[in-house]
């Protein structure tokens, strides 16, 4: 059995070796009809590293050829399917540009806004290439309003803006949770502007609520009156939104201690 086993591993590293060598003559080859074909082949094997040098050699010598817009149409797609969204995004778009009236033009742009879409990282990282692929797939959908494509493209701008909308809610909560009670309150609001279809609204308003409270509380005298009026207004923000809130105990509990502030004023 261990012999069996050796004999196999022998045969697959030959297999291999031999496969090496003849990739490496045929990159060294000067024939490109060879090298077009074969890469065509690695590709549809989904070997795309390999395809992707082969494509890479051909390309300026089919420029301007028929063959052009099937190698520019492989070529990015070899690096979408190595997962490299940056380098996918850019050459999907390039096809776009390079191909306008291509039958592909349309689906290589949608492509690019996609690879930009997965190229967002987790809501807690920096979120530069999230608000780019908001850009890109918005300017898919103004360029083709018509395509079938353009509800999945505005299903994938709203799993973004949701993305955008939690790293919002989780920066203004950290104010609130450092005690940063003004920035909280400021941030809160700029979440409710930013997202209105957010879905920690009521949360939120209970948290500006809650801030409010607190900075009126630890505010130095001549600045309490004004700030526990405030707390009024966001009680009432939050009871007009959600008047069997469940944070209502606590939010009655808040109002009576500060209209008892406001009476003492």
């Not at 191909?99 to 742009?109: D, G, H, R, V």
């Not at 009871?239 to 808040?254: F, H, V």
Request: hydrophobic share 35%.
């Amino acid at each position: 059995m261990i012999k069996k086993a050796i004999y196999l591993l022998f045969v697959i590293v030959l297999i291999g070796l031999s496969s090496c060598g003849k990739y490496s003559k045929l990159l060294k080859s000067a024939d490109s009809n060879k090298k077009y074909e074969a890469a065509i082949k690695y590709y549809d094997s989904h070997d795309y590293y390999h395809a992707l040098q082969l494509f890479d050699d051909v390309i300026p010598v089919y420029r301007g050829k028929e063959q052009a817009e099937k190698i520019h149409y492989y070529y990015a797609y070899c690096y979408y399917g190595q997962s490299d969204w940056i380098m996918a995004s850019y050459h999907f778009k390039n096809f776009a540009k390079i191909f306008p009236n291509s039958k592909y033009a349309e689906e290589c742009l949608y492509m690019s806004a996609y690879s930009k879409y997965l190229d967002s990282p987790p809501h807690s990282l920096d979120q530069s290439s999230t608000y780019d692929a908001i850009k890109e797939l918005q300017l898919f959908i103004n360029f083709y309003p018509q395509s079938a494509r353009v509800e999945l493209a505005n299903k994938l701008i709203d799993d973004l803006r949701k993305k955008l909308n939690l790293k919002a809610y989780e920066i203004a909560k950290m104010y609130y949770k450092m005690e940063a009670y003004s920035s909280a309150q400021i941030a809160f609001q700029n979440v409710l502007k930013d997202y209105p279809e957010t879905l920690y609204k009521e949360e939120i308003l209970y948290l500006i609520l809650k801030s409010n409270f607190l900075y009126a509380k630890n505010s130095i005298e001549s600045k309490k009156k004004e700030r526990f009026q405030n707390v009024l207004k966001a009680y009432n923000e939050l009871i007009n939104n959600y008047p069997l809130t469940m944070y209502k105990g606590e939010a009655d509990s808040i109002l009576k201690e500060s209209q008892t502030e406001l009476v003492n004023k």
